[in-house]
């Protein structure tokens, strides 16, 4: 089994682009990130056997922070391996988040927040009109382990246009009754 991947398993796993490939790099059908991501897939699937039957849709890069997207149904088992994302992450060197392909706002959210809860996602608007996207995360400092929050940010803008503001339910809590 090998992965099906934005190009050619061949090419990804060489190192090199055949004609056609090369041809929709060039005309944007695939991107930079989507090659990058290919041969990090490619690689590690010699001995991740997750990443074996698992079908990569897109990646998209900002900063070196890598957003990969799958087919939806392989991500039971994409998250059942623990030390997947951290494979994927030295291989591409830079903070890597797996998430469904496809799917709403909302369920894109909960795969990159994932193991963390998200309780609530809300569209807000800034008093100069820009939208953003709030969401609310446990107070539980356990619950809403994030990492990096400026890389997950503009990862995320980068992958789906969201700009996203984080807050706590306590945090909600304290402006309401304030
Ligand atoms: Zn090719």
Do not use: I, N, T
């Given at each position: 089994m090998q992965p099906k991947l934005p190009i050619c398993f061949f090419d990804a796993k060489t190192g090199m682009l055949c004609g056609n490939c090369e041809a929709r790099l060039a005309r944007g059908e695939v991107t930079q990130a989507d090659v990058e991501a290919s041969r990090a897939v490619a690689q590690l699937s010699d001995r991740v056997v997750e990443l074996q039957k698992a079908t990569?849709?897109?990646?998209?890069?900002v900063n070196g922070s890598?957003?990969?997207?799958?087919?939806?149904?392989?991500?039971p088992a994409l998250r059942g391996n623990p030390l997947l994302v951290e494979e994927l992450e030295n291989a591409l060197k830079g903070r890597v988040w797996v998430v469904g392909a496809g799917g709403n706002d909302r369920k894109f959210l909960e795969d990159v927040f994932f193991p963390a809860k998200v309780l609530t996602v809300n569209t807000v608007y800034l008093p100069d009109g820009e939208k953003k996207t709030k969401v609310i995360v446990p107070a539980r400092r356990s619950?809403?382990?994030?990492?990096?929050?400026?890389?997950?940010?503009?990862?995320v803008k980068g992958a789906r246009g969201i700009d996203l503001l984080m807050e706590t339910e306590r945090?909600?809590?304290?402006s309401l009754y304030s």
């Open positions: 990569l849709k897109k990646a998209s890069e890598y957003v990969l997207e799958f087919d939806r149904s392989d991500m619950e809403r382990r994030v990492g990096d929050f400026d890389k997950l940010r503009a990862a945090e909600v809590a304290a």
